[in-house]
């Protein structure tokens, strides 16, 4: 299951898939990526909104995703496993964006008061404005991975630097 996990795309892992893959009930998926999650392994994000599927985006802790993959085709997942640890860290509420079907959206929703409503981007140095399209709320970022500044982006690894006390960006 973890290789499974490991191998495969951010967006595609949840209770289905892995029970698909593995031959076992979505109940038994979940008890085991629960029991995962409580060996610090992996990381449940469950889906923002009332009306959507609540079978959560699994990740997984730093750095069991490169066991399975080079450095350079796991980046992608590497950088959401990175938000992922830095908010569970700091206790901040947050949640993943489920969109419809081929439909772009950014990737989290920061709701807690010391970030208010805040829509995040996890992304490369491609990843711009358009991201947010039809995304209506207060505050949006990029999270990119480098050193950049420019407009809505922000360096990721910042997220390290967060304090429980006061984990604003």
């Known amino acids: 299951m973890l290789e499974f996990i490991g191998k495969s795309p951010v967006d595609g892992i949840n209770y289905s898939s892995l029970s698909k893959n593995a031959g076992i009930t979505k109940y038994k998926a979940r008890q085991y990526v629960q029991l995962l999650e409580k060996a610090f392994i992996l990381h449940q994000v469950f889906p923002a909104g009332t009306n959507v599927l609540r079978e959560p985006k699994v990740l997984m802790a730093l750095p069991y995703r490169l066991l399975f993959r080079p450095w350079r085709e796991a980046l992608g997942g590497l950088r959401e496993d990175f938000f992922a640890g830095a908010m569970e860290q700091t206790e901040t ?51 990119s991975h480098g050193g950049d500044t420019d407009g809505l982006k922000r360096p990721l690894f910042m997220l390290g630097y967060l304090d429980q006390r006061d984990n604003s960006i």
């Not at 989290?108 to 491609?126: A, H, M, N, Q």
């Open 93 to 143: 509420s947050f949640a993943y964006l489920k969109s419809t079907r081929g439909k772009k959206t950014p990737d989290f929703l920061i709701d807690d008061p010391s970030w208010k409503k805040t829509v995040i981007e996890i992304g490369g140095r491609g990843k711009g404005r358009e991201q947010f399209k039809g995304v209506e709320t207060g505050r949006k970022i990029i999270l």
